[in-house]
């Protein structure tokens, strides 16, 4: 591969930006600093998988998927792991819980009750966020999940379906984003749909 001419500052940030593109899709090389939280719920955990969320041109978060063991394209509904999002704008909580619920609804039908629960525990735990924001949600499974916004324990759903479902928005076969899922899942899942 021939490199491009550069000098200087030019090729300090052209190596560090190689250095970024080895850690994953468009993420700054500091991401693959394991999150206090993630070390505290998930012993041995390591970086999985990583990608940036775009839409319509928009940057919208860094998404990064940490687990004690590796992760493929069934199993991560059984396993332990955390699913940390970066974000690079600001946005409402309360559309981040109604665009997730739309998410999870791509996957199957939900009953009204339920979806109505669910997106009141989600708006309850959801902040508005800003550029440099962290959610990370850990997944417990055959419990539930937990939330936790720039590293504080914000909250729990203490539902093993909806753990399933809300981490299917990003993991499941059905997502609205595959090279996410695929970036995520570290490759694992290239070819499933």
Known sequence: MKQPAVKGASRRRWLLGLAALALGPGLPARATVLPSEVAAELPGAQLRGSGRLRVFGFQVYD???WSPAATGPEQWRTAPLALE???LRKLDGK???ERSLTEM???GDIAAATAERWLGEMTRIFPDVGPGD???GVHLPG???RFFINGQLKGEVRD???ARWFFGIWLSARTSEPAMRDALLGGASAGTR
């Open 160 to 162: 093993a379906e909806f």
């Open 63 to 65: 998404a990064r998927l």
């Open 85 to 87: 999002l970066q974000y």
């Open 143 to 145: 419990d539930g999940a």
């Open 105 to 107: 609804r791509r996957q």
């Open 95 to 97: 559309a981040i819980a």
């Open 134 to 136: 962290r959610i990370t």
